[in-house]
């Protein structure tokens, strides 16, 4: 049976999701001669090596395991380096779609952190679209580099070691996702990178911060169809004889402010009286 490496079936060098159990999870590349431990056995990646995704193995104390495919979400949870606050894949869905993010787009990123938004977008544009990436910390640069790596999507996105407050150099961009403490002081930046009508979205942990980028943007004038969400995200047990949510849930993460970047609107009648 045949079958595309790393997409198929598992070759040397192809990631791999073994799965024994809800706890037990582990996510590797395969290399010859290595050997996977678990405290329900071990598995050898010799025995990994031409096997489908989606099959089962068969762990040395005879316990089975799912070998999957890993997605970018496993990457989040248990395969990248973590050193800043960092957006969540709920969060992420909705950036995705308020964005309208396709294959060959051109994206502006400010406040990269460790990079698990940097590689979600480089995942959205596809191998035509390009992320422009600015962090003011190198650490961090170096951080979202490694986990870029990882993933295998580091040549979509250009990193930037700048304060992005200073200007970037791009223009005509389809999109921009900010994530920093103070996102009012990028609006004449975003104005210049953004193309007229392109949008971009705010990632906020405080709603004091979503009050003052609104009144900025009020103030500075050039920016429409402004949305405020606060994404909540209850997971159940998947259990058909006992279906509840699960006791716990990531209550709060940040708020999303979403506007599109457009021209400066010309007075109309009626203006003199506006507060
Ligand atoms: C919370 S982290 C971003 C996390 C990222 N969204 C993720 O999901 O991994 C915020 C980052 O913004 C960076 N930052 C703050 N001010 C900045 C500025 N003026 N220009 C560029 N980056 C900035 C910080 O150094 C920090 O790494």
Redesign the pocket.
């Known amino acids: 049976m045949g079958g595309e490496c790393c997409r198929d079936v598992v070759c040397e060098g192809c990631p791999v999701l073994l799965v024994l159990d809800e706890r037990r999870r582990f996510l590797f590349r395969v290399e010859r001669g290595r050997v996977q431990g678990s405290d329900r056995g071990v598995v050898r990646h010799d025995d990994l090596v031409g096997l489908r995704y989606g099959s089962w193995v068969r762990l040395s104390s005879g316990a089975l395991a799912l070998v999957l495919q890993p997605r970018l979400v496993d990457y989040m949870e248990r395969g990248l380096r973590r050193r800043?606050?960092?957006?969540y894949p709920k969060d992420h869905g909705l950036i995705l779609m308020l964005l309208d993010l396709k294959p060959g787009a051109r994206v502006l990123?400010?406040?990269?952190?460790?990079?698990?938004?940097?590689i979600v977008l480089a995942q959205a544009v596809g191998a035509t679209g390009r992320v422009y990436s600015?962090?003011?910390?190198s650490d961090?640069l170096e951080t979202?580099r490694k986990n870029l790596e990882t993933v295998g999507l580091l040549d979509r996105v250009e990193l930037k070691h700048?304060?992005?407050?200073l200007g970037v150099d791009e223009e005509g961009l389809d999109a921009a996702?900010v994530?920093?403490?103070?996102p009012w002081?990028?609006l004449p930046v975003l104005h210049r990178a953004l193309r007229p009508g392109a949008g971009a979205v705010f990632?906020l942990p405080a709603v004091n911060q979503v009050s003052r980028l609104l009144s900025a943007m009020d103030l500075r004038g050039g920016w429409a169809e402004t949305r405020v969400y606060e994404v909540l995200l209850r997971e159940y047990e998947p259990r058909g004889d006992a279906l509840r949510p699960k006791t716990t849930m990531i209550a709060h993460t940040g708020y999303l402010v979403y506007a599109r970047r457009v021209e400066e609107r010309p007075a109309q009648v009626g203006d003199r009286n506006r507060g």
């Open positions: 800043s606050q960092v957006i990123e400010i406040g990269v952190g460790s990079g698990y938004t940097t600015y962090e003011v910390r961090m979202a700048r304060d992005a407050r996702v994530d920093m403490p103070d002081a990028v990632f």
